[in-house]
Structure formats: C-alpha cells, structure tokens
C-alpha cells in the first residue's frame, strides 16, 4: 500500500512513480468516453488503441492540454484509474501526491488540479512546477547557489527554466512541443503528398526519421487515404523532409530558450555556460536537438539520462525528502 506517490501528468503521457520501486505506469494521457451517456469506457493504453478507430458513439479525448487540466472530469477518471492501478480500490492509508505542473500555471489551474488529487482520495496533494522537478530528476542539484539551465520538451509545452537555490529564477514556457511537431509533420504530408495520415503514424514519423538537423537522407514507408480520391495510398518520405517540416515549430523552441538566457543574471549565465543546458522530456529523443540548441545559443548541450522519466524521478526524490524541500513544494490541502 503506497503511502507516497509521485505523478508526471503531462500532456501526451501520465507517469506514476513510486519510492523504492521507480516509474510503475507509464501510460497515454488518454481517456475514451460513450457520447451518449457520458460514460467512461476506457483510459490510458486501451484507449489511445481507440484514437482515429472509434465509431460515431465513441469518443477518445486528452483530458490535459497544453500541460493543464482542460476536461475536469476526465482528468479526475484519470488520477482516479492511476491511483487504483497501484494502491487497490481498497486503500487502508491516502496517499501524499507530488503532481508536476508547468512554470506557467495560474493559482486557479493549481487549485484544479490539488482538488482533482484530494477528490481522488489524495491525503495531501503538493504541485510542483516541471522544471525543478525535471532537474532533480536529471541528477542537478537544485539547492545550491550555481544556475543550471533545464529545457523539458514536453507534449503539449516546452518549460525552459534556470534554477538556483531551491527556486527558479528565470523561465518561460512555450506552448509549442511534441504535439505540435507531430502535427507538422501530418499537414506536410497532407499539403504536399495530398495524404491524410493520423496522430500515431505521425508520432512513428517523428520517432523513426525525425531529426532537428538535416542528416543523410533515411527513408520511411507510410500508409494513409488519398485526400482527393479518398482510397489507400503508399508513399516514401525521407528524413530531410521530416526536418523540413518541424523547422517552424524548432524555432520557437530555440527561441524560448533565447527569451530564458537573455533574463538570466549575469552571474548565473556563467555558471551556465560552464556546466551547459539540460533537455528532458519525450522532445529530448528527436535526434540532434541538443545540437540544434547549442549550434543556436553557443552554450554546450546535453540530453539526460532517461529523458521521458526525469520529471517522475524528479516527484520520487522529492517524495523521500518532504521536508528538504518543503519551501518548494507549491500548496496543498489535506
């Protein structure tokens, strides 16, 4: 029965992380529900199964957007099947929730999110803004007075922070993330091969050939519906053209980071230009991003260990030492 449980509640994927033990759920952050009558069907693998294959009935919808709560409901039978998938329907002892947030939430997305965890059967619910946790999870310390820099490149948004002391000094969050550069790449293909593929083909796209830099051309064969004849189709799109067509959405990625560099106090952006930029976050895995960030700021670039769990670790780290950190922790309610 775990009295301690740390939540990655991100946009594209939910993580679930427990002292002693690691990430035990890594699942979509998707939810399926019957139109008719309102009724949950289905969440997390099971019904991401369901993106683009429903009939009219059915509906497979993300409850968090852009790293917020955008369905309330959905976000709750979400928490709800976490919680439940590893502490039992029966629970002898509520949990304390530490529950990643973005640096740019507002008091009433907190508040949101803290009564989505306590309606759940949460002891305590702490919001904890990503970049700190992010960097925790990256092996950075976050309590001393030396600036690390930490880009999470997210699903739904990009959070750029500089961290010192515990707190974070300088940052910006961008709305522009997987989700964006996934869709991209399917209004490319549609524009240009008059194709229309769904969101996971484009996700096999990003993964397989993406790159932020050109490299030698590397091939893929998809499938999908002709737009104008509205029969099946195959067609080869290389690498180049994947990197093409992420290039919009790359630059305001490196622009963020930019906005974030030029608002760092001097003393702090040597302290970054010596130990370089952290990437976390599924975005991380794009091939060649952390040359891409170097090559446009000059300053030296690395993507963590494990980059999609950073943010999860980063909750268990924190769940071990409450105290520590408790002027970081962000409101709670028991």
Same mark, same amino acid.
């Given at each position: 029965?775990?009295?301690?449980?740390?939540?990655?509640?991100?946009?594209?994927?939910?993580?679930?992380?427990?002292?002693? %033990?690691?990430?035990?759920?890594?699942?979509?952050?998707?939810?399926?529900?019957?139109?008719?009558?309102?009724?949950?069907?289905?969440?997390?693998?099971?019904?991401?199964?369901?993106?683009?294959?429903?009939?009219?009935?059915?509906?497979?919808?993300?409850?968090?957007?852009?790293? !917020?709560?955008?369905?309330?409901?959905?976000?709750?039978?979400?928490?709800?099947?976490?919680?439940? +998938?590893v502490?039992?329907?029966v629970?002898?002892? +509520?949990?304390?929730?530490?529950?990643?947030?973005?640096?740019?939430?507002?008091?009433?997305?907190?508040r949101? !999110?803290?009564?989505?965890?306590?309606?759940?059967?949460?002891?305590?619910?702490? *919001?904890?803004k990503?970049?700190?946790?992010?960097?925790?999870?990256?092996?950075?310390?976050?309590?001393?007075?030396?600036?690390?820099? *930490?880009?999470?490149?997210?699903?739904?948004?990009?959070?750029?922070?500089?961290?010192?002391?515990?707190?974070?000094?300088?940052?910006?969050?961008?709305?522009?993330? &997987?989700?964006?550069?996934?869709?991209a790449?399917?209004?490319?293909?549609k %524009?240009?091969?008059?194709?229309?593929?769904?969101?996971?083909?484009?996700?096999?796209?990003?993964?397989?050939? &993406?790159?932020?830099?050109?490299?030698?051309?590397?091939?893929?064969?998809?499938?999908?519906?002709?737009?104008?004849?509205?029969?099946?189709?195959?067609?080869?799109?290389?690498?180049?053209?994947?990197?093409?067509?992420?290039?919009?959405?790359?630059?305001?990625?490196?622009?963020?980071?930019?906005?974030?560099?030029?608002?760092?106090?001097?003393?702090?952006s040597?302290?970054?230009?010596?130990?370089?930029?952290?990437?976390?976050?599924?975005?991380?895995?794009?091939?060649?991003?952390?040359?891409?960030?170097?090559?446009?700021?000059?300053?030296?670039c690395?993507?963590?260990?494990?980059?999609?769990?950073c !943010?999860?670790?980063?909750?268990?780290?924190?769940?071990?030492?409450?105290?520590?950190?408790?002027?970081?922790?962000?409101?709670?309610?028991?």
């Open positions: 029965m775990p009295r301690r449980i740390g939540i990655d509640l991100g946009t594209a994927n939910v993580l679930v992380f427990l002292p002693n %033990k690691g990430v035990v759920v890594n699942e979509p952050s998707v939810v399926a529900v019957d139109v008719y009558d309102n009724r949950i069907l289905a969440v997390g693998n099971e019904a991401r199964e369901m993106i683009g294959r429903t009939p009219d009935g059915i509906k497979a919808v993300r409850p968090i957007r852009d790293g !917020v709560i955008a369905d309330y409901r959905m976000t709750e039978a979400l928490i709800t099947y976490l919680i439940q +998938k502490s039992g329907r629970r002898i002892f +509520k949990p304390d929730c530490i529950i990643s947030v973005p640096a740019s939430i507002t008091s009433t997305e907190k949101a !999110v803290i009564e989505v965890a306590t309606n759940v059967g949460a002891r305590n619910a702490y *919001v904890v990503e970049p700190i946790l992010a960097a925790l999870g990256a092996g950075i310390p976050i309590d001393v007075p030396s600036g690390s820099m *930490v880009v999470d490149i997210g699903g739904g948004t990009t959070e750029v922070g500089v961290i010192a002391l515990g707190g974070i000094v300088a940052f910006a969050s961008a709305r522009v993330a &997987g989700d964006k550069l996934t869709e790449i399917i209004q490319h293909v %524009k240009k091969y008059s194709l229309a593929i769904g969101e996971q083909t484009a996700e096999q796209i990003k993964i397989k050939i &993406g790159s932020a830099l050109p490299i030698e051309t590397d091939s893929m064969d998809i499938r999908g519906r002709d737009v104008l004849t509205g029969l099946p189709k195959n067609i080869c799109i290389t690498s180049e053209e994947v990197t093409h067509a992420m290039q919009l959405e790359l630059r305001e990625i490196i622009q963020t980071v930019k906005n974030v560099l030029q608002d760092t106090p001097p003393e702090l040597s302290d970054i230009i010596e130990k370089g930029i952290v990437i976390t976050g599924g975005g991380a895995l794009i091939r060649n991003i952390d040359e891409l960030i170097s090559k446009s700021t000059g300053v030296p690395s993507v963590a260990d494990d980059p999609l769990y !943010v999860a670790k980063g909750t268990g780290i924190m769940l071990d030492s409450l105290d520590k950190y408790k002027r970081v922790l962000g409101q709670q309610r028991r």
